[in-house]
């Protein structure tokens, strides 16, 4: 999948541990992981370097 600003949560939670990720749902890719990350400076960041288990899911 691809980013899409639309995603973006209103009103972020900051991440549970001293992570530099936020997780943002984006589209599956092929390999079914989702692949959608913002550092909390709002950059992009490739999910290769955002563990699942430093992450939060916002719903």
Known sequence: GHFDPRL????PSPPPSPSNFWHIPAAIG????RDAYLTTNG???PSIEAPFD???PLS
């Open 54 to 56: 430093r992450l939060k």
């Open 30 to 33: 092929i390999d079914g992981r």
């Open 8 to 11: 973006l949560p209103l009103s």
């Open 43 to 45: 950059s992009p960041a």
